[in-house]
């Protein structure tokens, strides 16, 4: 098993720009509060198959689900899925959703391939911008720029928890998405 493995190289870091100890509470302090105001970053993937949602985060709407898909991370490791989570978000007054797995993840990703299944054209320019654009009604939710990453800044519905809901899929002709709950 080793024999594919690439050596090891030791990294040191000599350059005091890469040097985040100090900047590293603030953006978790950020985040928290954004976390309280209803607002999630969601990290957008160009390499994911799926759009997962950490386990522990709550805010959405969770429903099990009765075939899992077998998940891996980059490096192999297996990912364990619970089951399907709901982000329910306004985007301009409108409400919106989106689907992620229920999984032991760090953050928030959402898959650029699922994004793109579900009718939607996602752009990183530097020209034209880096957003989502839906395709059919030509709606777009801009991306930040995160250091190497992109994400998605949404404001999310305040949930309680327990409560449970049916929601209706688009996709499925208005099929109800039922059993969910907090």
């Known amino acids: 098993l080793e024999a594919w493995m690439p050596k090891k190289i030791e990294v040191s870091n000599k350059y005091p720009i890469f040097q985040v100890e100090n900047g590293k509470e603030e953006?978790?302090?950020?985040?928290?509060?954004?976390?309280?105001?209803?607002?999630?970053?969601?990290?957008?993937?160009?390499?994911?198959?799926?759009?997962v949602w950490p386990r522990s985060k709550k805010g959405v709407l969770i429903?099990?689900?009765?075939?899992?898909?077998?998940?891996?991370?980059?490096?192999?490791?297996?990912?364990e899925v619970y089951g399907e989570a709901l982000l329910e978000f306004e985007k301009d007054g409108k409400q919106c959703g989106m689907r992620f797995l229920d999984s032991d993840v760090k953050k928030p990703l959402a898959a650029v391939s699922a994004m793109s299944d579900e009718g939607n054209t996602v752009v990183f320019s530097s020209k034209w911008g880096n957003y989502i654009e839906n395709d059919s009604t030509g709606e777009?939710?801009?991306?930040?720029?995160?250091?190497?990453?992109?994400?998605?800044?949404?404001k999310t519905k305040k949930l309680q928890e327990g409560t449970k809901k049916e929601?209706?899929?688009?996709?499925?002709?208005?099929?109800k998405f039922a059993g969910m709950k907090v």
């Open 27 to 51: 953006v978790i302090g950020a985040t928290k509060a954004e976390e309280e105001r209803g607002v999630v970053r969601v990290t957008v993937d160009s390499g994911a198959a799926k759009s």
């Open 140 to 154: 777009k939710i801009m991306m930040e720029r995160v250091g190497e990453t992109f994400e998605m800044v949404l």
């Open 167 to 175: 929601v209706r899929r688009a996709e499925d002709g208005g099929k």
């Open 63 to 79: 429903r099990n689900m009765n075939k899992k898909p077998k998940l891996a991370a980059a490096n192999g490791t297996k990912i």
